[in-house]
């Protein structure tokens, strides 16, 4: 009874570019079901207006290069490969490269790496590194019965290992991303743990809500997740992101409630 009688909140319509997404995924959907490429998980992310470092793809060890020696700031650098969806757990992730020297080892190593496992380089990701702050997951499956579930979780490689985690139905409300958010025992860690300056926890409830917005307008999305977004006093930074798309089903149809009439 007192969850009745509690305030639902509601669902907020944020500014995003729906058609240019169905666009998006109705192109990627001519390669059949399957994993967005990262240009496209990223490009989704963008029109939904959930805030990434500046990147760029390159497609081989010259291109990560050069991009390093033009942006001249410590980036991140990560191998792009079919099948490759766990890049930490296949070394393919490296962090605070300064300068291009160090990116050219770097991608280098990953180049052997993938192909010692037996994996194709098609290139790689050159990211900005984000500010420093706490690294969250955030992200959306679809559930047979119930539809989209929208999770917040403890970030980072330790995200299986944490088991911290809160989920909630989509549409989500205002109010459910406020409790989620909540409802981590990391949360002291967003919210100046020991003397820690407090990070900006409404940009991570934005995030959570425009997730929840972008898989109900888009139901091809099946699968969606971010991980880490750093949040930090400044904001909310999607870092790495995954999307699986499929053909949307069509609707089962529902058996009638209307109550049979008793014949003459």
């Known amino acids: 009874g ?3 009688a509690r305030d639902p909140g509601h669902v907020p319509a944020p500014a995003v570019d729906d058609a240019a997404a169905s666009g998006l995924i109705a192109e990627a959907l001519r390669r059949g079901p399957g994993w967005l490429e990262p240009a496209e998980a990223s490009a989704l992310l963008a029109l939904h207006g959930i805030p990434q470092p500046r990147s760029a793809v390159v497609a081989d060890v010259a291109g990560a290069e050069a991009v390093a020696a033009g942006w001249q700031v410590p980036v991140a650098l990560k191998a792009i490969a079919p099948g490759l969806v766990h890049r930490t757990d296949a070394g393919a992730v490296a962090t605070g490269l300064a300068g291009p020297d160090a990116v050219r080892r770097a991608a280098e190593a990953m ?9 194709g380089l098609q290139g790689f990701l050159v990211q900005e590194m984000a500010a420093t702050g706490v690294e969250v997951l955030v992200g959306v499956t679809v559930d047979p019965t119930f539809g989209p579930i ?6 980072g490689a ?6 911290d985690a809160a989920v909630r139905l989509t549409p989500l409300t205002d109010r459910d991303a406020h409790a989620m958010v909540r409802e981590l025992r990391t949360f002291p860690l967003l919210d100046g ?3 820690a300056e407090r990070c900006d926890v409404a940009a991570l409830e934005d995030v959570l809500l425009r997730l929840s917005a972008m898989v109900e307008a888009h139901e091809e999305i099946v699968e969606i997740e971010v991980n880490p977004l750093i949040v930090s006093p400044s904001g909310a930074v999607a870092v790495d992101v995954r999307a699986r798309i499929a053909t949307a089903l069509p609707a089962t149809p529902q058996p009638s409630l209307r109550a049979s009439r008793p014949r003459a």
Do not use: D, H, M
């Not at 929208?150 to 970030?155: E, L, P, T």
């Not at 330790?158 to 088991?163: I, S």
């Open 111 to 119: 180049e052997l790496r993938l192909r010692e496992a037996g994996k």
């Open 150 to 155: 929208v999770a917040v979780a403890a970030g």
């Open 158 to 163: 330790a995200t299986e290992l944490l088991g």
């Open 2 to 4: 007192a969850w009745r």
């Open 193 to 195: 743990f020991r003397g």
